[in-house]
Structure formats: structure tokens, C-alpha cells
């Protein structure tokens, strides 16, 4: 037996030494595995750059595994097998929605399971301005989300739409309540309908009352308030304007609204001429007395209030544009007449004289 002497260090037993070493691989292997799952981790929850913003379309039924390698596709993961994990063990597996989703310009592959799982669809703010008739809206819409403009106006003018949205009145033109919308890319035109009515609706339900003390129902009141949308420039005049036309309305005259009569022959882009206030439609108001059948565009809160409480005490019945956004208010007709005449003679002489002619030169 070999003596051991005080400098000698102890040696472990060769299964001991074996053991040992099982071990050291072990933790290596377990060691290399999370570094190799940490750095997917980092890398699914990296925020990567693109040159532009990505659109997908998620069907219906697509499975996870579909949804991954249409993603790869588009460059939105570089990894669908990862992508495909990930879902699974956070459970998202079978909670990606269908849908059409946007994406980039900086985003991770993170983002993208969370907006899928979330339903998070893309996206517009999209305007209707106050004043627009639904052909305009229509174009709108188009143009931000690609909505069949064709089918949004003849849904708006479509008897079975509005009695199914609960309206009584001949169409949907005036109800599309101006403001500004989250409009998803994928939106139906039945959608986009019902959200801009919704808004109308509330406004109805709120001012009933104010509108049965002046004797008119909320229709009445939109279609008054879509003319006196369609003639006030300033917010200053509209409930001047309105109460012109309650005026009118209250002495059995005609409302002799310009506005009514490009409604009806649809000519927004030239002046009207005297044989255009002939024309034979129930909303000419030079024609038929009182309110036209409904409104002639969408009236903006500003133009609603006008209508529901007119000036007070105001007691004109006729004005006319001075050309620079205000009105000229007279009493009678022959005080109409004259600030007619003035305003024609005063546009005369800038046609002679243009503002920027260079005087003394």
C-alpha cells in the first residue's frame, strides 16, 4: 500500500471522477439550452425596423402554423417555428383573430402575436367633415380604407337600412353624423353606417323635447340644420340664418334656399341661374313651401343648435352672401333688393379694380 505523504493531494474514486463528469456536461448542455432559448426569447421580443408599414389579412380559421408562415412572407418573423412555439406556451394558440393588421415601421415579433391574440385590427382616423352629403363621405372612406363607395351610398339611400336603423325618414343623408372616426381597414359598409348613426341618434334622443316645443320633430330639425349648414360660412350667423328661415317657416313662405336647389339638380361647381329655380323637385324650396323631404347633408353640432334655438327676437327674413363668408340681414324685400344691388356693383368694381392693381404706377 502506497504511503501517503503530508505534500500529496487527495484524488477522488474513478467512479466518483466519472460522476464528476456527467455532471459537468449536464450543466453544460442545460447551460448552452438557455443561453439558446434566452437569445429566442430576446430575439422574438426585439424591436426590428422595416422600410414600410405591413399589411396582413389573417383569414378565417387559419391555424397558427398558416398564420406563422404567412408572416414569414411578409418579413414579419424571421423564425415561424418560434412563432408558432411562442403562441403555444403562452396560450395564445387558439386565440389569434382574424382580421387585417398592420405593422412596422418598428415593431417586434412580440407585438405581433399580442396584436393577433388582442384582435388589435388596423386602423384609421378618418374625418367626415361637417357639411357632406353621403356621396362625398362615401368617397372618404374609399380613399382611407378602400370602401366600395357605390354600395356606402346606395346602403344610405336604401329604404330597408333605414327602417332596419330605426329612422323615419327617406334615406340616410344627414344622419352620418360629422366627426372624427377609428375606422378598422376591414369594416363593412353596414359598420361604417351604423357608427356614424349612432352618434345622430343620441343627439335626437337628447334635443326631442326642445324640438316638439318649437313644433318640429328631429328631422325637421336635421334637415333645417343640414340648410342652414349648407349657408353659414361663420358660426357667428348660423343662428341668425336659422331664425330666417323659422321665420319663413312660421309665415307660410317659401325658404327660397339656394342650397335646396343644387341638392336636387346635383350641381355643386357653378352659380346658379334663374331656370335652375324652376326646376321640378320636392326639394327646390323656391318651388314648394316649407322643409324639403329631408336633409341635404350632413349638419354638423354647430348648425344642429342653430336650428334648435334660433336668435331670439330676431325678426329678418332674407339675406344674402357679401362675398367674404358674411351675410347681409334685411327685414323686407325691397331692403333685400337694395343690399343686392349694392353687393353686385361692389363686385363690379373688383373685377375694374382688382385689391392687388398697382395704383399710380
Not at 453544460?28 to 399589411?55: K, M, P, Q
Not at 313651401?289 to 334648435?308: D, N, Q, V, W, Y
Not at 331670439?312 to 344674402?320: A, H, L, P, T, W
Amino acid at each position: 500500500m502506497r504511503k501517503r505523504y503530508r505534500g500529496d493531494k487527495p484524488r477522488l474514486p474513478r467512479r466518483n471522477r466519472a460522476w464528476f463528469v456527467r455532471e459537468l456536461v449536464f450543466l453544460a448542455v442545460v447551460g448552452a439550452l438557455l443561453l439558446y432559448a434566452l437569445g429566442h426569447v430576446v430575439a422574438f421580443r426585439s424591436t426590428r425596423e422595416i422600410e414600410h408599414r405591413v399589411l396582413v389579412e389573417i383569414p378565417e380559421g387559419a391555424s397558427v402554423g398558416e398564420i406563422a408562415a404567412m408572416l414569414e412572407g411578409l418579413g414579419l418573423t424571421v423564425a415561424p417555428r418560434r412563432f408558432v412555439l411562442a403562441a403555444r406556451i403562452l396560450g395564445y394558440e387558439e386565440k389569434l383573430q382574424a382580421g387585417s393588421y398592420e405593422f412596422g415601421p418598428r415593431f417586434s415579433e412580440m407585438d405581433v402575436l399580442t396584436a393577433l391574440s388582442r384582435g388589435e385590427v388596423a386602423v384609421r382616423r378618418v374625418t367626415i367633415p361637417e357639411g357632406s352629403r353621403a356621396e362625398q363621405i362615401a368617397v372618404i372612406l374609399d380613399v382611407a380604407v378602400g370602401m366600395d363607395s357605390n354600395e356606402f351610398v346606395e346602403r344610405v339611400h336604401d329604404p330597408a337600412v333605414v327602417a332596419r336603423l330605426g329612422f323615419h325618414a327617406p334615406s340616410l343623408e344627414g344622419y352620418l353624423m360629422p366627426d372624427t372616426y377609428r375606422v378598422e381597414l376591414d369594416m363593412t359598409v353596414s359598420g361604417a353606417i351604423e357608427m356614424m348613426t349612432w352618434g345622430t341618434r343620441r343627439v335626437m334622443e337628447r334635443y326631442s323635447s326642445r324640438a316638439e316645443s318649437l313644433g318640429m320633430t328631429m328631422h325637421e330639425i336635421l334637415t333645417l340644420a343640414s340648410i342652414v349648414e349648407s349657408e353659414a360660412m361663420l358660426n357667428r350667423e348660423r343662428s341668425r340664418i336659422s331664425a330666417v328661415y323659422h321665420n319663413r317657416l312660421d309665415s307660410a313662405w317659401r325658404l327660397e334656399a339656394d342650397p335646396t336647389v343644387r341638392y336636387a339638380k346635383d350641381v355643386y361647381h357653378r352659380k346658379l341661374y334663374y331656370s335652375d329655380l324652376r326646376y321640378e323637385s320636392p326639394y327646390n324650396t323656391y318651388r314648394n313651401k316649407g322643409l324639403p323631404p329631408g336633409p341635404i347633408c350632413s349638419p354638423g353640432m354647430a348648425s344642429i343648435i342653430a336650428a334648435l334655438y334660433p336668435l331670439e327676437g330676431n325678426d329678418e327674413y332674407f339675406f344674402v352672401a357679401n362675398g367674404d363668408g358674411t351675410h347681409t340681414f334685411t327685414h323686407t324685400f325691397r331692403e333685400h333688393s337694395q343690399a343686392r344691388e349694392r353687393i353686385a356693383q361692389e363686385r363690379k368694381k373688383q373685377v375694374q379694380f382688382p385689391l392687388d392693381a398697382g395704383l399710380g404706377e
